[in-house]
């Protein structure tokens, strides 16, 4: 028994397998490879693409998902070793893993974090406490990384340049954006990782080194690209970073120092409002794609030229979820 709870358990070549699976899947959506299986959906933050696409991925293939929101229609769950369960949680994730064992084939888990202490966070605690007791696959459907977002991000880029080994060498550029909120890390360490591991030439484009990413996804990325022959180049240039790039990805993240000061990050972010992905900046790049994982808050992040623009393929990621999600399901639950 495997869990799916990052890219980085998993080799290229078996998420490969998964990206083939999930485009034969999107050409015969409905096959009964599940059927009499059964997988919790457990929402601890608020979805609408991930539940969409795992509820209607789980009636496609013939199994049942149960969606479960603790604290709403479930019961809070602790999750801390020890405690003293005089608060709000009425169970622990030792009792919650191991009853869903017993009634489902997989159990799936979406748990931001707490955006209070990154030292804390960075453990990932709430799914690694429910792979640590569950007996059936745990699946990420998005805590500090989103793998989910990767397998859908490489199965679009893979349809758009041409087969399994197309995006190899290719320029791909992760650009942070403004937001006037603070966001999860989770679909920017999954994009630089899975951009690494999959043969392109990365860029990171940000502010300062503030909003440089966790030590952990850099070094995997480095690691990655530097196996096949490639780079990953951090940048805080602009131009310097689009100019050629085949690839433009998207997203806002918060600056780590800050994590949890929001107060005192905000003025900082005020001042990077022009990174916001237009018509302009995307001249510079070789035809490049554009891409976000959504949802994008527009002309903010992204200008609406860009984004209805003949070279975007957020929708096509979007979809590709679905197929995605499928293909991980047939392999960890069922019969591929």
Request: net charge neutral.
């Amino acid at each position: 028994m495997r869990h799916f709870l990052t890219t980085e358990d998993w080799t290229r070549e078996e998420l490969q397998t998964w990206l083939d699976d999930a485009r034969r899947l999107k050409a015969k959506p409905l096959q009964s490879r599940l059927a009499g299986k059964s997988i919790a959906l457990l929402f601890f933050n608020p979805s609408l693409r991930t539940r969409t696409s795992f509820e209607l991925g789980a009636h496609q293939l013939g199994a049942k998902a149960i969606v479960l929101e603790p604290g709403k229609g479930a019961w809070p769950i602790e999750f801390e070793d020890g405690a003293v369960m005089d608060g709000d949680a009425e169970e622990h994730v030792r009792e919650a893993a191991r009853v869903l064992s017993r009634y489902c084939d997989a159990i799936a888990v979406r748990a931001f974090p707490k955006f209070q202490d990154w030292s804390v966070d960075r453990e990932d605690r709430v799914i690694r406490q429910f792979a640590a007791h569950a007996t059936v696959p745990v699946i990420n459907m998005e805590t500090i990384v989103h793998p989910c977002q990767e397998l859908a991000l490489m199965l679009t880029l893979q349809e758009q340049f041409g087969g399994a080994d197309a995006t190899d060498g290719r320029k791909f550029v992760l650009t942070w954006t403004y937001h006037p909120k603070p966001l999860n890390t989770a679909v920017a360490n999954s994009a630089l990782m899975i951009a690494a591991k999959f043969g392109m030439n990365v860029t990171l484009l940000c502010p300062d080194s503030r909003y440089v990413l966790d030590d952990r996804y850099m070094k995997a990325a480095f690691m990655s690209t530097q196996a096949q022959g490639r780079t990953l180049h951090v940048t805080h240039d602009i131009n310097e970073a689009y100019h050629g790039a085949d690839i433009v990805y998207a997203k806002s993240w918060g600056a780590l120092p800050y994590f949890g000061d929001w107060a005192n990050e905000k003025p900082i972010r005020e001042r990077y409002k022009h990174f916001i992905v237009d018509e302009d900046k995307m001249k510079l790049t070789k035809d490049g794609l554009f891409s976000h994982c959504l949802p994008a808050r527009r002309n903010v992040k992204v200008t609406d030229e860009v984004i209805d623009g003949p070279r975007s393929r957020v929708i096509e990621e979007a979809e590709n979820r679905l197929h995605v999600q499928k293909a991980m399901m047939s392999a960890l639950i069922g019969a591929a």
